[in-house]
């Protein structure tokens, strides 16, 4: 009985780190109809600000707490301001990938600022511990239960019992109605990403106390955590985020007991999916939740478009086919392979995002199985790689459609959060599955591909093989957006409920989209995948999945020649200019927010 007892205690006591990130996504979620992608990044740079009060400056811990508190608040203040109050009156899609550059923007900086390296956190609680049976409550268990109660408790006074409390609940309850009461919604929006900043910090200090490491990169797991408690408990409802990330804490530690501290991050992943497929309103929240929100279109803007002649597109075609590997060397057509294929992957989401207006922050994974199915197949079933690309493409494609299919109906930040989570159930499975992928080591010495017994090794042959088949991607996504099928979608994009009542079987070609998007990104991995000539999971983060979609963003959503150009701008200026490249990720955090606040049309609208 013990035995069954040590997880549930190890799970409540997590789970209080879990309900104060759930709570504040969901305070944020009810006042300001918005999924703040940016919380996990907040949570991790409290925990970073926490190390440094306490392990370099040496301050108290009461005194290092209220320190983040306040810096987490004050950031808060600042990503409602920057981020979220100018885009007020744009689609909603805008502030949400506005709050995904942000949580790039937040990631990089707390590198830059306290290094990548995991830091020791240090040990500012007595270490006394009580034995009860055999399981161990410690000062520090009772000390997190205690800072988490006292949190939960001054949020309760304050909604129930201040004035500012009250206006808080009724702004989340009906926005409208407080507007008409006088009630200052924009200032409660600031007042409730301060409140929900400050509880990620603390959440933040008591992972790092607990576990006593913390590094700058922690956010995402603990992003994805407070989406699924507060999923779980309904996303918007307090006491629900609460009830959430306890039970998400009990149901992480027993699966981490019985099958290893590898799974911690799928389980939460899974919770997660399963939640959104099976309740999305959680156990607290409304049962039609996700259904009733749709997230119609993308965020065109108007703006003077490009005009190329015949002429000058010829003269474009020519120099990428025929000029530039002529004269170009070695290492400059290696950088322009790798463009080359990110311009495939960022092909694949311009058909899904831009097109079918389906926004995908997983696309990552189809990458990821792509890449990994070629390489498994060509190293170790002596596959020839002009079979294992389409059969790379093709496992994408029946994954994503197995994976969306449970989810299609779908609408809003729900949507989004379910392919973020698909995205990383993919990796996580990689990392997982080591008698397959052979999991954190990764694969190597993964043979060259071979198009009909010519082998290609040169940088040149790499590069035309790319150019290549990024030609055949333009080619095929370009005549399926001028098609019924690109029309269908469309209608899609820019009225769901319209094109439902018109006729249109909304699932089947959401489905198809995601299908087809997957394909093409799964070429592009296979492609990676003998490039590279190894393969390892964190090559298949998040960060790849935001690296498509600004992409996409920067040449115009649905625009192909845009897309083209963004990947020459993203992948291929950072490579060839070294010294800008540890601060990569944060140009493409900083371009992204720039673009939807003021070109949310995308820099080339090609006509």
Not at 353 to 371: D, E, K, N, R
Request: aromatic share 10%; charged share 10%; proline share 5%.
């Amino acid at each position: 009985m013990t035995s069954l007892l040590d997880p549930l205690v190890t799970g409540l006591i997590n789970g209080n780190a879990y309900a104060l990130i759930a709570l504040g996504l969901s305070l944020i979620f009810g006042v300001a109809d918005l999924v703040n992608f940016a919380h996990g990044s907040v949570f991790a740079f409290g925990a970073m600000l926490g190390w440094y009060f306490a392990a370099v400056l040496h301050w108290p811990l009461p005194v290092a707490m209220l320190g983040v508190i306040v810096c987490t608040a004050l950031l808060g203040v600042v990503i409602e301001r920057v981020a979220v109050r100018p885009l007020a009156r744009a689609p909603r899609i805008a502030p949400l990938l506005s709050t995904v550059a942000v949580a790039l923007i937040l990631d990089r900086a707390s590198q830059l600022i306290f290094t990548p390296e995991t830091q020791l956190f240090p040990n500012l609680l007595p270490r006394a511990a009580w034995q009860l049976g055999d399981i161990r409550i410690s000062v520090t268990d009772l000390a997190m239960l205690g800072v988490t109660l006292t949190s939960l408790l001054l949020l309760w006074f304050f909604l129930a019992h201040t004035r500012l409390g009250r206006a808080l609940r009724a702004t989340a309850q009906d926005r409208d109605a407080a507007l008409q009461m006088g009630v200052n919604a924009g200032g409660l929006e600031a007042l409730a990403f301060a409140i929900s900043s400050a509880l990620a910090g603390i959440g933040g200090v008591l992972v790092g106390m607990y576990y006593r490491n913390v590094d700058p990169s922690m956010g995402f797991a603990a992003g994805i955590e407070g989406f699924a408690a507060a999923t779980l408990g309904g996303l918007g409802n307090l006491p629900g985020a609460v009830v959430g990330g306890l039970l998400l804490g009990v149901i992480e530690s027993y699966g981490v007991t019985w099958f290893g501290g590898s799974t911690r991050g799928m389980i939460a992943f899974g919770v997660l999916v399963l939640v959104l497929w099976l309740r999305p309103g959680g156990l607290f929240g409304s049962p039609n939740a996700g259904f009733t929100e749709p997230m119609t279109g993308t965020f065109f803007g108007r703006g003077r478009p490009v005009t190329l002649k015949r002429w000058q597109l010829a003269a474009i075609v020519a120099f990428a086919f025929v000029v530039l590997p002529l004269v170009a060397n070695a290492y400059v057509l290696r950088v322009a392979t790798i463009v080359a294929i990110f311009a495939i992957l960022g092909v694949s989401l311009t058909l899904v995002a831009g097109t079918a207006g389906l926004m995908s922050i997983g696309q990552a994974g189809f990458f990821a199985i792509g890449a990994y199915t070629s390489a498994l197949l060509v190293k170790y079933q002596a596959w020839p790689f002009w079979l294992a690309l389409p059969a790379a493409g093709l496992l994408s494609a029946i994954c994503a459609a197995v994976l969306i299919s449970p989810v299609l109906k779908l609408r809003g930040h729900y949507a989004a959060i379910v392919t973020l989570g698909l995205g990383a159930i993919v990796t996580a499975a990689i990392l997982n599955l080591p008698s397959i992928t052979n999991g954190p080591l990764g694969v190597t010495a993964i043979p060259p591909p071979s198009v009909f017994s010519f082998v290609i090794v040169t940088p040149r042959d790499y590069y035309w093989l790319a150019m290549a088949l990024l030609a055949i991607a333009i080619v095929v996504v370009s005549a399926l957006q001028r098609s019924h099928l690109g029309r269908a979608w469309r209608a899609i994009r820019e009225d769901e409920v319209a094109a439902q009542a018109s006729g249109v079987t909304v699932a089947s070609y959401k489905s198809l989209a995601f299908a087809i998007g997957a394909f093409v990104a799964g070429v592009a991995g296979s492609l990676l995948a003998h490039q590279y000539m190894y393969l390892n999971p964190e090559i298949f983060g998040v960060d790849i999945s935001v690296l498509a979609l600004t992409m996409v963003v920067l040449g115009g959503m649905s625009n192909i020649a845009g897309t083209i150009l963004g990947a020459i701008v993203l992948v291929g200026g950072p490579e060839l200019f070294r010294p800008l490249h540890d601060v990569r990720i944060l140009a493409y955090g900083l371009l992204l927010l720039l673009l939807i606040r003021y070109r949310p049309q995308g820099l080339w609208i090609y006509r």
